[in-house]
């Protein structure tokens, strides 16, 4: 059994898993400088470093420029 680490839906086979990955949404990432929004697969080679995947943009760093979908708060007024 195979389980998403940001969701926690559990799959068959890795093959689901990693087809899940591209499209869950609690494993998604936002970009603060552009304001896109791409899977965690897209943005790094490494699982350490993290880039944009827009070719204009210069947002990098998980943290700083890229934030985790769920980490973001909507203001409210």
Request: charged share 35%.
């Amino acid at each position: 059994m195979y389980t998403c680490r940001d969701c926690n839906q559990s799959f068959s086979t890795e093959l689901a898993l990693e087809l899940h990955h591209d499209k869950c949404e609690k494993g998604q990432l936002f970009c603060e400088a552009c304001g896109g929004r791409f899977s965690e697969r897209v943005a790094t080679r490494d699982g350490w470093h993290y880039r944009c995947p827009d070719e204009e943009c210069d947002g990098e760093g998980l943290g700083d420029d890229i934030v985790r979908i769920e980490d973001i708060k909507a203001a409210t007024q």
